[in-house]
């Protein structure tokens, strides 16, 4: 999904924005904005889920984008690089918010037994395929999501909504590859054990 700002048009020139841009030129940015700044938009909500502080991570990401356009690659496609530039720019945003406590993910991981096993049986079941579907369940994924301490949340949102690589995601947040594998299970286990709590063990929910 990180290139889901790329399309396909005939008509768009990259080359010759990038170096109207370069050279100053005011209506190139707004062709910029208006053929990226929906898609933008996009991706800032489904990182920092705020209306007001999406539409300001576009701003702030088209700005340093502007500001680095003498860092660009002409052989990458500007749309990639602006997916970029807004992901770290909602990452930040989200770094920035005053949040309450954390809930340390030990108390959201499965409980285990000394000999091994599962303390709830029921913990060894992934999502029900058939609930995976239903709008209530997404929302209280997303809603899970902010419970996440924010190494655990990070790694989640570049992993699987963004759908960036083991190493790209390595590479944005300055860790290992292996540290992402380990954090994005330990996100994922948090995540059924919320939605477990919260929707498979409601009555009646599953009918």
């Known amino acids: 999904m990180h290139e889901v700002l790329n399309a396909v048009d005939a008509s768009w020139d990259e080359r010759s924005v990038v170096a109207r841009l370069r050279a100053g030129d005011a209506d190139a940015f707004e062709e910029l904005v208006r053929r990226y700044g929906g898609r933008m938009l996009a991706v800032a ?6 209306e007001e502080d999406a ?23 500007v749309g990639t690089w602006l997916h970029r530039i807004v992901v770290n720019t909602a990452l930040m945003r989200l770094r920035t918010r005053r949040r309450h406590p954390e809930e340390p993910i030990e108390q959201l991981l499965p409980a285990f037994t000394e000999d091994g096993h599962h303390v709830d049986p029921a913990d060894q079941q ?9 709008s209530e369940l997404k929302a ?45 299970h330990r996100a994922r286990q948090a995540l059924v054990t919320i939605v477990r709590e919260r929707y498979v063990t409601a009555p009646d929910r599953t009918r």
């Not at 909500?45 to 705020?50: K, L, T, Y």
């Not at 300001?56 to 990458?76: K, P, T, Y």
């Not at 301490?149 to 390595?170: G, I």
């Open 45 to 50: 909500r489904r990182i920092v889920r705020d």
């Open 140 to 184: 209280i994924v997303r809603d899970g999501v902010e419970r996440l301490p924010a190494a655990y949340r990070e790694v989640y949102l570049l992993r699987d909504v963004e759908e960036w690589s083991t190493e790209e995601t390595a590479a944005a947040l300055g860790i290992t590859a292996n540290a992402v594998k380990i954090r994005l």
């Open 55 to 77: 539409r300001d991570v576009v701003q702030d990401a088209l700005l340093s984008a502007f500001r680095a356009l003498d860092r660009f690659e002409g052989g990458a496609q």
């Open 126 to 134: 992934p999502f029900p395929d058939a609930l995976t579907e239903r």
